[in-house]
């Protein structure tokens, strides 16, 4: 089994900052894909970003050139940076990550974008 502890959600106003960490602890292979999806009100979850054990990265194309996602694997910790925060950016943020074809997420983290 694999925990996943996010962390760094909250209010903040359009053009803002924020960064959202996700600790993942357990049974933790390297090979794996950590990342993040988010979810608004009345929509489906959706991809923000996603980062690999060998570093490659990818990005929804609402969030790219805003957001960054990296990792520390001595911490087992995946971040993702986000600027120039849009009110179309306010959701509950999922962590997640996938290894040995298993999926594990964690709680969710409210981030909200609102002046």
């Known amino acids: 089994q694999v925990q996943l502890v996010e962390s760094g959600g909250g209010l903040v106003q359009p053009g803002g900052s924020l960064k959202l960490s996700c600790a993942a602890s357990?049974?933790?292979?390297?090979?794996?894909?950590m990342g993040w999806y988010r979810q608004a009100p009345g929509k489906q979850r959706e991809l923000v970003a996603t980062?690999?054990?060998?570093?490659?990265?990818n990005y929804a194309y609402t969030v790219k050139g805003r957001f960054a996602i990296s990792r520390d694997d001595r911490e087992n910790t995946v971040y993702l940076q986000m600027n120039d925060l849009k009110p179309e950016d306010t959701a509950v943020y999922y962590c997640?990550?996938?290894?040995?074809?298993?999926?594990?997420w964690g709680q969710g983290t409210q981030v909200t974008v609102s002046s």
């Open positions: 997640y990550r996938t290894q040995e074809q298993t999926a594990y």
């Open positions: 980062i690999t054990g060998a570093g490659s990265t």
């Open positions: 357990g049974r933790i292979f390297s090979i794996y894909t």
